[in-house]
């Protein structure tokens, strides 16, 4: 037990439910418990992660200690009478998807349902798929755990596999997001799990959150479709399911609201039990599969490479085409008239796209093994493109067999913290370079600052190649520039 100054023995009689905020340890002293429809027994330890909370309901009479903040003491249980009862016609279901916005219990009603499930010798399984707030595997991960036997914590839980998408946010990963969620759900239906219940984020709302889930639930074709509402919010995204997906609306629990800051701790508390586990890595990117990064699987092109040198006055560490794009890779990030010289090259050739490597230190990134299985997490401290080196860290959740990376989106520190992200599509291209803002660091330059560039054509190139006097760009065209966002 953490400082034992911060330890309070508690005693609760029968009938009753105390509520407990993490961070913190439960410990059953006497009598029997229920958390979350799953029985604990005498001297069972529970770990309470930060920011949740957790309704210890008293079968009988019971004696605990605890280092986590105690809460209000509730007679009678907590559990809403529609969970008991959607539980029961779970036990009935194939696939169950949750939805709801933050904070209405999306999450405890998944994992109340899995445990009523595993009461009742089923094999149910949790496709956890809120990729901010990752309760089954690290952070920014869909994660699948399997249960054999009903669990208070999410914590309990050991993931069977995960699908990496790399950011605390589905925005700009809509396809990641589905195409995780159906691989997770099928893995658990083959391992012959059943129920498959499915958590989601609490993006709800405008045309991305209605997205989203409709076209999880097309991909998914749950059995039930739970609706976690506070009004009618979730409106528009019932009247979009398919007529023969059942719908079952619920009310969220009053005692669901968190502070506002309870979800970047608990952030910061799933990157740094990975950080606990970190070892060292060095990877020989030549002989692993690249996910997620077209920009840097290029074919070299040593004619763009030297004009990109004359024009912007750095040579790129890897220069060529991908498809229709035009690629040049720099150490480091160039100044805002070397990049628009290096822009109106690579326009001569395709979409233009420049990456600098400077900008993806510290990246999270994924770790599959040879066979596409999800290995573990990392963080990215060098990456040399000309020797196929990439230098960093990992936590590996399953075997060591390094088959492939997927480049992620957060960049953390040295302690595994965020302190920053690149956007989505940095990698891939945008198909306009009139999207791009032209950055330093994460803050974008404001529009009255946009370079004014017109597009280069092969002649311009040409003359790029052969002087270093490289033509000034004109303000016939305006466009604004960025090392890329979306």
Sequence with gaps: MPGDSAVEEVELPGGYTLMVRGPGIVELLEGEVEVFGARISRGRRLQVPEGRVLPLEAISDSFLRSSAEPGEVVKGSTVPNSWAELAEEALEARKILVIGANDTGKSSLVLYAANRAAREGRRPAIVDADV???????????????????????????????????????VGHLLPMIVGSRLMVDE???????????????????????????HKIEALRPDLLVLIERESELEHIARSAPRDVKIVRLRPPASMRKDRGWRMRYRAANLS?????????????????????????????????????????????????????????????????????????????????????DRLVGLYMGLIDGRGRFAGVGRMTDLDLRSGALRGEAAFIGARDVGGVVFGYLILDDQWQEIGSIRPGYFRSDRSISKYVFSTGFQSIPSSRAISLRPCTPMAASAASSSTNVPRPSTSSRVTMAAPTR
């Design 273 to 357: 039990s990975l950080a606990a586990r970190r070892a060292p890595i060095e990877l020989d990117l030549r002989s692993l599969r690249i996910l997620n990064a077209s920009s840097l699987v290029l074919e070299e092109d040593a004619e763009l490479a030297r004009r990109l040198e004359v024009a912007a006055g750095v040579r790129p560490v890897a220069a060529g085409r991908f498809g229709e794009e035009a690629v040049a890779v720099f150490r480091d990030r160039l100044e805002q008239q070397s990049f628009s010289y290096a822009s109106a090259v690579l326009r001569s050739y395709g979409e233009p796209r420049i990456v600098t490597l």
């Design 132 to 170: 901010g707030q990752s309760d089954v595997g690290p952070l920014g991960t869909i994660g699948m755990a399997i249960l054999r036997e009903p669990a208070p914590t999410y914590s309990e839980l050991e993931p069977a596999d995960a699908y990496f998408v790399g950011d605390k946010s589905p």
């Design 188 to 214: 658990a239906l083959e391992a012959g799990a059943a129920p498959v219940l499915v958590n989601t984020t609490g993006l709800v709302e405008g045309s991305v959150g209605w997205a989203l889930k409709v």
